[in-house]
């Protein structure tokens, strides 16, 4: 299966942007544009240079049995070994420092987010409801392609992210009174599982949890409004704002 290519927060993936709420948007990925669940890192140090960065013990754990095994090698010379050792024990300590700012960084983001986050037993609780029909968008910070649509815009911006204009534009339309727009982290709670009834294999998926109990993944194809509208069972006839110049991703 084709591996997910993990990028650090701030770079530009290709994934697809929502450009404008009522125009067209492939928002739900093909193999191009997602990345597989089975695909997510483990966090190990072979993840080096990636948003997932391995924590102080593992980086110390693998420096060490580096070096046993190298110094256990005949081939390069004791100078190449010594600047060798050095130079791992600059990019370990470089690392656990970039590991911290991107932690710090993710956080701060998820805090300035309008779109709220929610867990299995929130969506299971909603969806049980049948009160209001509900947008699930489920992603993970790890996958390029769910940062620039719901964490930021591609440039850092948090409250430029696709979703986030998305959910502006359904709440200037009025359509917020039967229709919830939440996000679903597939990394925050991986012992819990995915709601009731949900089939997530790749991210960012978008799903349609309709007030009636039904529940339809939007395929990419067409306008999410129009998906929204004829998959809802109380949202319809959205009249969406033309969203400003700095809003449009």
């Not at 290709?14 to 966090?43: F, I, M, T, W, Y």
Request: net charge neutral; with cysteine; charged share 25%.
């Amino acid at each position: 299966m084709r591996s997910c290519i993990l990028i650090t927060l701030l770079s530009l993936a290709c994934g697809s942007r929502l450009r404008n709420p009522s125009q067209d948007a492939k928002l739900q990925p093909d193999e191009e544009q997602a990345c597989a669940l089975v695909d997510a890192p483990k966090g190990s140090f072979d993840n080096a240079l990636t948003l997932v960065l391995p924590n102080e013990k593992d980086a110390s754990e693998f420096l060490a049995a580096a070096e046993k095994a190298e110094d256990a090698s005949a081939t390069p010379t004791a100078e190449e070994k010594k600047e060798w050792k050095a130079a791992m024990a600059e990019y370990v300590k470089a690392q656990s420092k970039m590991k911290n700012s991107q932690d710090k960084l993710l956080k701060a983001m998820s805090n300035m987010l309008e779109v709220p986050a929610v867990n299995t037993a929130k969506v299971n609780t909603m969806v049980d409801a049948k009160k209001k029909d509900m947008l699930v968008v489920f992603y993970a910070p790890w996958c390029p392609h769910c940062q620039t649509f719901v964490l930021h815009d591609g440039k850092g911006s948090p409250e430029k992210a696709p979703l986030e204009v998305l959910n502006r534009g359904i709440q200037a339309s009025g359509a917020d009174k039967t229709l919830d727009i939440v996000r679903f982290d597939v990394a925050a709670d991986r012992e819990a599982g995915l709601p009731k009834g949900f089939e997530v294999k790749h991210i960012p998926t978008i799903y349609m949890a309709a007030a009636d109990g039904t529940k339809t993944v939007f395929d990419g194809q067409g306008d999410i409004i129009a998906f929204i509208e004829k998959n809802s069972a109380k949202t319809k006839k959205i009249a969406v704002a033309p969203a400003k110049p700095d809003t449009i991703v």
